[in-house]
């Protein structure tokens, strides 16, 4: 069965610095998603970023990137220039490819990302 | 605005009481999914749907049951409302492509 863990329960960052996010996941599949997603106060589920597996390149959205490392089933988030809107807990998520099945998300249990102005 | 609706945001129950939550999407997409939120515990998949008239069981379908009788539609239900139950409810959708899931909102449910 596929997992994925999120090591650091809570983290902290300085406005304007920089800060990742560590997730590992597990899987026998190598057709597949993973995702970053932040949830704020709002409670509301947001998605920051997306990588497919069989892209090398690791994925960028504006000061969000990851990297994405396949061999060793790592996939971080590096959050640049922080401020105090990324204040939010940050969830990795995996989700199986390929057409025909439910590509459900397994999710980490999250982050708690703090920015300290 | 495209996405994802739920109704209602926020609901207090008692205990035996039965309720359903409703979730509307307008993106046309075929899956739609039903999570639980708990402290400390993450996102856990109680029901989910691959196309109209379809569902299945996900990872704590206990206590839950789902229609989707219409394509744009995935109604949660709970027929007998425990305390274990309070939590709050995430609806999701998603195409059949491998884009992001769009998530609703959210509803906080308290069994009393």
């Known amino acids: 069965a596929q997992t994925v863990t999120q090591s650091q329960p809570e983290m902290s960052v300085q406005e304007a610095e920089t800060v990742t996010l560590s997730c590992t996941y597990d899987?026998?599949?190598?057709?597949?998603?993973l995702f970053w997603y932040k949830q704020p106060p709002s409670r509301q589920m947001i998605l920051v970023i997306r990588?497919?597996?069989?892209k090398q390149q690791n994925a960028t959205e504006n000061r969000f990137s990851v990297n994405f490392q396949k061999a060793a089933k790592s996939f971080s988030l590096k959050i640049s220039d922080s401020q105090l809107g990324d204040a939010a807990m940050y969830f990795c998520?995996?989700?199986?490819?390929?057409?025909?099945?439910?590509?459900?998300?397994?999710w980490g249990l999250g982050t708690s990302l703090a920015v300290n102005p | 605005n495209a996405g994802v609706t739920q109704t209602p945001k926020f609901r207090v129950l008692k205990t035996g009481q039965s309720m359903t939550l409703l979730c509307a999407q307008d993106m046309n997409h075929e899956y739609m999914y039903w999570y639980r939120q708990d402290p400390g515990m993450g996102l856990r998949l109680i029901h989910y749907s691959v196309g109209e008239g379809t569902t299945a069981k996900g990872e704590v379908p206990d206590g839950y049951n789902v229609s989707r009788l219409k394509k744009q539609n995935f109604l949660l239900g709970l027929e007998s409302a425990a305390p274990s139950q309070t939590s709050v409810y995430f609806c999701?959708?998603?195409?059949?492509?491998?884009?992001?899931?769009?998530f609703g909102s959210g509803t906080r449910l308290t069994v009393v």
């Open positions: 990588q497919e597996a069989y």
């Open positions: 998520a995996y989700s199986q490819g390929g057409y025909g099945n439910n590509r459900k998300l397994i």
């Open positions: 899987t026998s599949e190598s057709d597949y998603y």
């Open positions: 999701a959708s998603r195409s059949d492509r491998g884009d992001g899931y769009t």
